[in-house]
């Protein structure tokens, strides 16, 4: 984090306590999402919105990720050189650990949307159709 952020986390502004507690419940909603998908509890929520914001938060969180890697590595190459000051250090880590999360999350994210859209869609083909046969 740098800049505009920074500051404001460091200022203990109520914008940026609503800012932190804002992230702090979108990924709290995020991981109860994954859970909704592979728990019996998740079917209390239509199968539709799961669905729907699984796919949304795996895309999302794929193309943030995989924008954040890339660029780093890019920096960390020297294949960009930025125009300010890069802390190579911290720049290291957000490739290889911080930002690399994002990107994991939301390819196991799709992985579990497409694992539940396909278990249900197998299930929905046994049905019995009309005279109780599949």
Do not use: C, N
Request: net charge neutral; no cysteine.
């Amino acid at each position: 984090m740098g800049g505009a952020i920074e500051e404001l986390a460091s200022s203990h502004d109520a914008r940026a306590v609503a800012l932190g507690a804002g992230a702090g419940v979108v990924k709290v909603a995020g991981g109860l999402l994954a859970l909704s998908l592979v728990r019996p509890w998740g079917q209390v929520i239509p199968r539709w919105l799961r669905l729907g914001a699984a796919w949304l938060g795996s895309g999302i969180l794929t193309v943030y990720g995989g924008l954040l890697v890339a660029v780093g590595a890019l920096v960390l190459t020297g294949m960009i050189d930025p125009s300010g000051p890069v802390d190579r250090t911290a720049l290291r880590w957000h490739v290889m650990f911080w930002d690399l999360w994002f990107l994991v999350w939301g390819l196991v994210l799709g992985v579990a949307a497409w694992q539940h859209g396909r278990s249900h869609a197998v299930v929905q083909h046994d049905e019995p159709g009309p005279g109780g046969r599949p």
